[in-house]
Structure formats: structure tokens, C-alpha cells
């Protein structure tokens, strides 16, 4: 099997690790809509991944697909936005956002195969890659607010990369590091589930709170079973119940 990450340009890599060190400037006009436009990039890249590989399984691929659309919806919003906002110094990551989405739309057009899986894995692990370069300049100031908002976001994100692993590991991408990269977010989630916790919700977010917490350490058993169980329905049930908790709870600190 090809390794995962040896069929993107390098041309682009190269474009995003110059890209480090920069200084947003879309950060200094509008923060929080900067930070969650690339937040949303973060989070897409894994689900589009993840909703492929249940498509292709026949794993509750009506909804895998209707998903699907939306997280491309969501994922050109996302760089339209960027667009607009990015200073002349992410330009070049901004074009390779815009290069992988085209090229996804090519590959979700064609039959599946193993090699059109691998690029799918790439070009999944390349967005985050430039999504995680925005991040820090959007990150230049942080509030309270921006914090909580923040947190949630990763946590989504964190879900959607696990799903992502499990459901292609199913699929057999049995690369050693989609069992690293399973532990390493459930150890990161688990070190964010405390702010959720301490956090004073209102009684209307409450419920969404305690579903959270609750169900937390049920779901992180199967993902952290991907080599041992073949629960992928009950993985997707998983992730969908817990990604609307947050959703709710996003919407609150979003709205203050």
C-alpha cells in the first residue's frame, strides 16, 4: 500500500510549510469568523473522509451522502471566506485549499478504488495541515468566548478524525498510525472534556452538557477498539449523537 502521504505535489507542501510562520492578518479584522472559518476546514477535512469510506462500505451511505454534500457546502464556504479575509502571506495555502477541494470533487466522481481512497486520506491529512496554518494566526488574540468556541470546535474535529480512522481502517487502510492517530485524539478529547464539565451552562444547554459527559466514556471504548470490533454503525451513531451535543453547545457560546 502506498504510503498515505507520498501522492500529494510537493509543491503545495512546500507552499504550506512557508507558510508556519505567518501572521494573520484577516485575524486582525475579524477574528472569531477567521478562526471559525478555519475551525470549519479542520473539521470537514476528516468528515469528508469519513463519510467516503461509509459510502463506499454501504454503511448508512443515504445519510453518508446527504453529509457528505454538506460538509462540501461547508468546506467552500469556509475557503470563500478565507478568501476574502486572508492577507498576501496565505495566499498560497488559501490556492492549495481550493486545488484539494477541486481535486476531491474529481475523485468523488470516479468508481472506488484503493488508490482513490489513498488520495481521499491525503488530501483529508493536507486540509488539516493548511487548516492548522490559518489556526495560528486566527489565534493571535483569544477571549473567553473564543476559547470555549475553540475547544468545541477541536472536540468536533477530534470525532470526525476518529470516525475517519475507524471507518478506513475497516476499509483496509491498516497503517499503523491510524491506531496512533485513534489514541492520540481520544487522549486529546479526554483532555478537553473537563472544560465542558467545569463549564456554569444555563438550564437550556444543560441536557447537551450532561449527554456529553455521559456518553463520552461509552464512545471512546469503540473507537479505541478499531482493531479489535466491527461496530462501524454504531461508531457513526456514536459520533452523530455527540456531534450534536456540541453543535448545541456551540451555538450557545457563538451566539453570546
Known amino acids: 500500500m502506498k504510503h498515505w502521504r507520498s501522492i500529494i505535489p510537493s509543491a503545495f507542501l512546500l507552499a504550506l510549510t512557508l507558510m508556519s510562520g505567518s501572521t494573520a492578518q484577516a485575524a486582525e479584522n475579524d477574528p472569531l469568523k477567521t478562526l471559525i472559518a ?25 445519510q453518508a451522502r446527504k453529509d457528505l454534500n454538506m460538509n ?21 495555502v488559501i490556492e492549495y485549499l481550493r486545488f484539494a477541494l477541486d481535486e476531491i470533487r474529481g475523485i468523488l466522481s470516479e468508481k472506488y478504488s484503493k488508490e482513490n481512497g489513498a488520495l481521499i486520506l ?56 491510524a491506531v496512533q492517530q485513534a489514541r492520540k ?20 444547554q444543560q441536557t447537551a452538557q450532561r449527554k456529553l459527559l455521559k456518553y463520552w466514556p461509552i464512545a471512546r471504548k469503540f473507537y ?11 461508531v457513526f451513531v456514536s459520533t452523530d449523537y455527540l ?4 453543535a448545541t453547545l456551540l451555538d450557545y457560546h457563538e451566539s453570546r
Request: charged residues 30%; proline residues 2%; without cysteine.
Open 38 to 62: 478555519a475551525e470549519e476546514i479542520e473539521i470537514t477535512s476528516q468528515a469528508l473522509a469519513k463519510d467516503y469510506f461509509y459510502i463506499q462500505q454501504h454503511i448508512r451511505d443515504e
Open 72 to 92: 462540501l457546502q461547508k468546506l467552500e464556504s469556509a475557503i470563500a471566506l478565507l478568501e476574502k479575509k486572508a492577507g498576501e502571506d496565505q495566499q498560497a
Open 122 to 177: 491525503d488530501y483529508s491529512e493536507t486540509l488539516l495541515e493548511g487548516s492548522e496554518t490559518l489556526l495560528k494566526g486566527a489565534k493571535t488574540r483569544g477571549t473567553k468566548k473564543q476559547a470555549m468556541v475553540t475547544t468545541l470546535e477541536h472536540m468536533d474535529f477530534l470525532l470526525e478524525r476518529l470516525s475517519k480512522y475507524y471507518i478506513a481502517f475497516r476499509a483496509g487502510f491498516r497503517d499503523h498510525t
Open 185 to 204: 485524539a481520544v487522549a486529546d478529547f479526554d483532555s478537553r472534556i473537563g472544560k465542558i464539565k467545569a463549564y456554569n451552562y444555563p438550564p437550556t
Open 224 to 234: 479505541l477498539g478499531l482493531e479489535k470490533n466491527d461496530l462501524p454503525l454504531i
Open 243 to 246: 456531534d450534536k451535543a456540541i
